[in-house]
């Protein structure tokens, strides 16, 4: 069997054993928790990447909370092009950046001297990852037993962490995570991230280590800016700082819905955050959206906390009128059917299906 190399390659393997077209909203979550990348690393993970799926569609058919009555917003953060201050201080750091000794070996000795035609970046990746070899797996989250030290050093700059005597991984001491290292690059025209597992020690691993530093050392965030300092290294082209980064927070498995973080430049007015951030919300998928929003009362929010409670609705009702505040007498049900109905009602706001009105 081959090792699927990209996310499309990942989706047909998925459509082919589901016997269908993945839905868009679950493969975007299957990709945000990071189970595609798993199988990216390693092909024998394709059959938990498929019982995840077939879970989540389980617990979220189609239409069931309204998923698909709004686009799904993108998966990467959305971008408001830099002004022209902006632009010249991009610039500006990239000339800063294309003089740290780390990136002027790396063109040096890998790129000869001559930096690439930003057309070509997509042909040295591929023809790189070919000449690299297999990409690497690395184990994370191992617990070290009773008897066993970590020492830690460094070897040409680089962390290193070791355990003494050596620890042995089985099945009574094992890793509890596995994945691979990504480079993250950008190919110019496209507005696409791409990500490729990378053999350690290999050139890709190289600029992968590079463009992560690069991007942690010039605030160029995110998956994108990882992505524009690989490209940066690669041509020569600035990364370029946006007015404005909207990026959505979704979790379909989660009860909270979601966030969208909003990140300004402080040139920004009052008038134009505001649009941003109503654009944004227009995207997300809300399972009931409109233009108001009305706070629950703190009735109605204590009782959407009595639907997950044990016992029958009469049990709950009389649970709930002796545990109401001496001063809200007014708060006590004698009726279950009534009590069972602003419950069941409260709740559906709380997690979201009601939320506006």
């Given at each position: 069997m081959?090792?699927p190399?990209?996310?499309?390659?990942?989706?047909?393997?998925?459509?082919?054993?589901?016997g269908?077209?993945?839905?868009?909203?679950?493969?975007?979550?299957l990709?945000?928790?990071e189970?595609?990348?798993?199988?990216?690393s390693?092909?024998?993970?394709?059959?938990e990447?498929?019982?995840?799926?077939?879970?989540?569609e389980?617990?979220?058919?189609?239409?069931?909370?309204?998923?698909s009555?709004?686009?799904?917003?993108?998966?990467?953060?959305?971008?408001?092009?830099?002004d022209e201050?902006?632009?010249?201080l991009s610039?500006?750091?990239?000339?800063?950046?294309?003089?740290?000794p780390?990136?002027?070996?790396?063109?040096?000795e890998?790129?000869?001297?001559q930096?690439?035609a930003?057309?070509d970046?997509?042909?040295?990746?591929?023809s790189?990852?070919e000449a690299d070899?297999?990409s690497?797996l690395?184990?994370g989250?191992?617990?070290?037993?009773?008897?066993?030290?970590?020492?830690?050093?460094?070897?040409?700059?680089?962390?290193?962490v070791?355990?003494?005597?050596?620890l042995?991984l089985?099945?009574?001491?094992?890793?509890?995570?596995?994945?691979?290292?990504?480079l993250?690059?950008a190919?110019?025209?496209?507005?696409a991230?791409?990500?490729?597992?990378?053999?350690?020690?290999?050139?890709?691993?190289?600029?992968?280590?590079?463009?992560?530093?690069l991007?942690?050392?010039?605030?160029?965030?995110?998956?994108?800016?990882?992505?524009?300092?690989?490209?940066?290294?690669?041509t020569?082209?600035?990364?370029l700082?946006?007015?404005?980064t909207?990026?959505?927070?979704?979790d379909?498995?989660?009860?909270?819905?979601?966030?969208?973080?909003?990140?300004?430049?402080?040139?920004?007015?009052?008038?134009?955050?505001?649009?941003?951030?109503?654009?944004?919300?227009?995207?997300?998928?809300?399972?009931?959206?409109s233009?108001r929003?009305?706070?629950?009362?703190?009735?109605?929010?204590?009782?959407?906390e009595?639907?997950?409670k044990e016992?029958?609705?009469?049990?709950?009702?009389?649970?709930?009128?002796?545990?109401?505040?001496?001063?809200?007498?007014?708060?006590?049900?004698?009726d279950?059917?009534?009590?069972?109905?602003?419950v069941?009602?409260?709740?559906?706001?709380?997690?979201?299906?009601?939320?506006?009105?």
């Open positions: 081959t090792q190399t990209t996310e499309a390659e990942v989706r047909k393997l998925l459509d082919r054993r589901l269908h077209a993945a839905r868009d909203d679950i493969w975007s979550d990709i945000r928790r189970w595609v990348d798993g199988v990216l390693d092909r024998g993970l394709m059959k990447l498929v019982d995840e799926y077939r879970a989540v389980r617990a979220f058919p189609a239409g069931r909370r309204r998923m009555a709004t686009p799904s917003p993108p998966r990467e953060p959305q971008y408001v092009e830099p201050r902006l632009k010249a610039r500006r750091l990239a000339r800063l950046a294309a003089e740290e780390a990136i002027v070996a790396f063109r040096a890998v790129l000869g001297g930096l690439l930003p057309e970046v997509a042909a040295w990746v591929k790189q990852a070899g297999e690497t690395y184990l989250d191992v617990a070290v037993p009773p008897g066993h030290t970590v020492e830690r050093g460094r070897e040409a700059g680089r962390l290193r070791w355990v003494t005597p050596p042995t089985s099945k009574e001491t094992p890793a509890r995570s596995a994945g691979g290292g990504f993250v690059y190919v110019p025209g496209q507005r991230v791409f990500r490729v597992p990378v053999a350690h020690g290999g050139t890709l691993d190289r600029l992968r280590r590079l463009s992560e530093r991007a942690g050392s010039y605030g160029w965030e995110g998956d994108t800016g990882k992505a524009q300092a690989a490209l940066f290294v690669l020569g082209q600035p990364p700082i946006p007015r404005a909207i990026t959505w927070h979704i379909l498995g989660s009860p909270v819905e979601g966030r969208i973080t909003l990140d300004l430049d402080p040139t920004l007015g009052p008038a134009a955050v505001a649009k941003l951030y109503w654009q944004a919300r227009e995207q997300f998928p809300l399972r009931r959206r233009h929003y009305r706070p629950m009362t703190e009735k109605h929010a204590r009782l959407a009595w639907a997950d016992g029958s609705w009469r049990e709950r009702m009389e649970g709930w009128n002796r545990a109401c505040p001496e001063d809200h007498a007014d708060w006590h049900y004698s279950p059917r009534n009590f069972a109905r602003d069941t009602h409260a709740a559906r706001r709380l997690y979201g299906e009601e939320a506006e009105q």
